[in-house]
């Protein structure tokens, strides 16, 4: 028999057990803790506390709670694996065999097998993950948690329509859970679905209103999918939310930005690099909106500090280089900073469009080899513009 079924549990801890089912957390934890008042010894009342704590991502509290658990009950497996889990995921090699083994046992219990198939996400080794996580979810049918990290292992493997399924399926299963609707929105903007990925986080954000994270993707993902005026509300409440980020700022100017509100725009940006003014993000965004209001002075200015504070980034020198570009002769000046940007990055096949472009009056040969390169892009703009220049190039 399992350990953790061996032991007595007190009424109090009973109690405690239930209301976490029923996800009233602060009263279980209350009814856990008054039993260890009366009786510090009390291992169920400790095991379904460390639980409780690694629910909420307390692992401090929890390994204390674990340690205390093993030094009564040595072989307790439960605990060994919470324990071994928390030591593999911080890199401990030794954990993770434990780990193994603890599941290979012929009657381990779920927490067994689920905490090595989480350890094995953490390991990057997907295949062995998804392995472990699918015996976890024999053992729980239908568990959001279990399903979500099953969603991971699958992630990895690059199976997105099954990973997107688990997250979609994991969502269903809960009411709460807002991870399982993030996960899934984010697997939908790598395949292109803006749309669907805009109404998970909605729905994400009803079950998680003053979770910091999930506006910032929200107002992300909109201003990509060109709704601004749905990222300007969210990045508002951002800002009420933290409202002394400097990112929060930021996003909340690049939205008005987006919406086409210059001078709101602009006073937000401006209130943004005061509290970073090392930042060359506030500054690109500035400059596009220099840029919009006329003053090409200006938006080469702020352009030529980005390119000055971080000249290992690509995209200060391509926004400069086609700053140039848009001038009479400014090709010149375009290849003199993507020349060094693509010192810096010879991969980067936003600088080799550029470059192309730069050099299609001076030099077709060279500039033809560079916009074949970018024809490579994942970026449909990138692709596209480069074909079109491939074939100029190629009927000369």
Known sequence: MNASNAMTVSKLAASAVRLMKQGLLKEAARDFEKALEQNPSD???LLGLARLRLAQYDDTAART???????????????????????????????LELLGALASQPKAGFFEILNHGRALLTAHQYVAAERELARALRLQPGLTQVLTYLGMALQGQKRLDEALKCYQDAAGNSRTEHLPLLLAARVQVMQGKLGPAMMNLRQALLRAPREPSLHREFVTVCLA????????????????????????????????????????????????????????DVRLALAKLRRRQGDDAGAQRLLEEAVKLAPEEVGPANDLAVLHLSRPGGAAAARAVLAKALARHPDDLGVHLNLALALADSDASKALTHARRAQASTERQVREQAARLVAALSSR
């Open 65 to 95: 709670l674990l340690q205390r658990l093993v030094k009564l009950h040595p072989t307790h497996p439960e605990a060994l694996s919470h324990l071994a889990r928390l030591e593999a995921e911080a890199g401990n090699s030794r954990a």
């Open 225 to 280: 999918a060109g709704a601004p005026e749905e990222a300007v509300r969210s990045a508002i409440e951002l800002r009420l939310l933290l409202p002394q980020s400097a990112d929060a700022i930021y996003l909340h100017g690049i939205s008005l930005l987006m919406a086409g509100k210059n001078e709101d725009a602009e006073r937000n940006l401006r209130q943004a690099l005061e509290r970073v003014p090392g930042s060359t």
């Open 43 to 45: 291992a169920g009342a």
